[in-house]
């Protein structure tokens, strides 16, 4: 896999040449391919299927690059470009949601009480260990003018998992739309992980109002439908049916 590794790294420093930060391409290049080394020892990952898209829920697709056991991996920098999100604050989200996991992995570990150190909490995100500067023109709240007037941001690339990419669109631009298309799906989810009970858990309306979890949850979609349209992206109509899962 190293040749592998290292022809994916290259693309990705190539692709920055000109925001290259802190090292040179030969060492950037080496730095990811140990990342990428480092994690697959862990989590084992073989190269992807040429050209296999990931619908993004509707609002853009990104390739899939490698599989893991469990999961398929993507570069967060080209799912933030069909989101619209800027990679500086992509890769904040991303070192965030690490340390996030490594707090769950550490909990999980002390749980189980044997002394070994899991890994199940961390193969969401792989940091490459990249280094980017990059000059934007725009007025964005992070950054400060320099001596020339540009603005520049930090920024690196990371392997995202499949499973995480809701989470990230969730903290996209795109955020508010796709609450409200996954709200017909996620009311089937609750039924079916509550079943009856649903009917008798309190809630509470926005405007602080009492309810039951079923008027909260309420669809009148059947599961297909709620599937269809919590995939719709920006659309107001539905999508044709998902293809039979391979």
């Keep these: 896999m190293r040749s592998v590794f290292e022809k994916f790294a290259a693309d990705i420093v190539a692709r920055n040449d000109d925001n290259l930060l802190d090292y040179g391409p030969e060492e950037q290049t080496a730095r990811a391919v140990e ?49 619209g999100v800027p990679i500086w604050e992509a890769c904040d989200w991303a070192d965030k949601q690490q340390l996030h996991a490594l707090r769950d992995q550490r909990e999980l570990d ?31 709240a992070g950054s400060k003018p320099d001596a020339n007037g540009k603005k520049w941001d930090f920024s690196g690339d990371w392997l995202i998992s499949h499973d995480r990419l809701l989470a990230f669109i969730g903290a996209s631009p795109w955020s508010e739309e796709l609450m ?4 017909d799906l996620f009311a089937h989810g609750m039924k079916k992980f509550f079943g009856d009970d649903i009917k008798n858990l309190p809630a509470y309306r926005a405007d602080g109002t009492p309810a039951t979890a079923a008027d909260m949850f309420h669809t009148d979609l059947t599961e297909e439908e709620a599937r269809q349209k919590a995939r719709r992206g920006p659309r107001g109509d539905f999508l044709p049916p998902l293809p039979p899962s391979s």
Excluded at 180 to 183: C, I, K, P, R
């Design 180 to 183: 409200s298309n996954m709200g």
């Design 110 to 140: 002390e749980e189980r009480g044997d002394g070994l150190l899991g890994w199940e909490c961390l193969r969401g995100y792989c940091d490459l260990n990249l280094s980017f500067v990059v000059h934007h023109a725009d007025d964005y």
């Design 35 to 83: 990342a990428l080394e480092k994690f697959s020892k862990t989590t084992p990952l073989k190269l992807a299927t040429p050209g296999h898209m990931i619908d993004l829920a509707g609002f853009g697709s990104a390739p899939v690059h490698f599989e893991g056991p469990e999961d398929r991996y993507l570069l967060l920098s080209e799912v933030a470009e069909a989101l």
